[in-house]
């Protein structure tokens, strides 16, 4: 199974703040790659696919870059219900979908 | 617009079988470009991904769970399924149904429903 390693586990950031979570996979998924936000008690949605198409819906000051092993969610400026945790997830058909273990961001 | 909802026992006992659907409204589960998937996380933990079906009856299990997975598909109730045999704690978890397509990962999810395996 291909791995997905995110880092940090944990950002402490502020309102207005420019914050960037990466996300590394095991091996080569192309741009397979895709970012998720979870609040308490919700499901997951969808942010970001095929590494930097941003989904319907969700606002400009979140971007995805990266391809191959090595990803990355910014966001540009922090509002205060960006406060929750993200995923990454990787969805190369040739392997099972994995997650990584998640980046909860903390108001600082 | 299109809403998954999850409907499930809640309380299993351990060694025993689940079975939980998801019921998808406002549009057609028969369709060719979507797959149906189920996903779980157990409780302060991260998200796993259990398997996929297609309308055609088409399935794709995860590797780790292959063994005690089903997943069935009812057209006609715009309905599908999850079976879990041989339960124990660790699959104590919220499970998730959500749409998936190969190009927009999973971009419609069901709200969740939690899950207990207790002896």
């Known amino acids: 199974d291909i791995q997905m390693t995110q880092s940090p586990s944990t950002l402490s950031a502020s309102v207005g ?23 308490p008690g919700k499901a997951p949605k969808l942010l970001i696919y095929e590494a930097s198409s941003l989904e319907s819906g969700v606002p400009s ?17 922090l509002q205060p219900d960006d406060f929750a945790t993200y995923y990454c997830q990787q969805y190369n058909g040739y392997s099972p979908y994995t997650f990584g273990q998640g980046t909860k961001l903390e108001i600082k | 617009q299109l809403q998954l909802q999850e409907s499930g026992p809640g309380l299993v006992k351990t060694s025993e079988t689940l079975s939980l659907t998801c019921t998808v409204s406002g549009g057609s589960i028969s369709t060719t470009d979507y797959y149906w998937g189920w996903i779980r996380q157990p409780p302060g933990k991260g998200l796993e991904w259990i398997g996929s079906i297609h309308y055609s009856a088409y399935t794709y299990y995860n590797p780790s769970l292959k063994s005690r997975v089903s997943m069935s598909i009812d057209t006609s109730k715009n309905q599908f399924s999850l079976n879990l045999n041989s339960l124990t704690a660790a699959d104590t978890a919220v499970y998730y149904c959500a749409r998936y397509s190969g190009d927009l990962a999973f971009d419609i999810w069901g709200q969740g429903t939690m899950l207990t395996v207790s002896s």
């Open chain 1, 61 to 77: 000051r979140f971007s995805g870059s990266g391809s191959g092993t090595e990803f990355t969610l910014t966001i540009s400026r």
């Open chain 1, 17 to 39: 703040d420019r914050v960037t979570i990466t996300c590394r996979a095991s091996q080569s998924i192309s741009n397979w790659l895709a970012w998720y936000q979870q609040k």
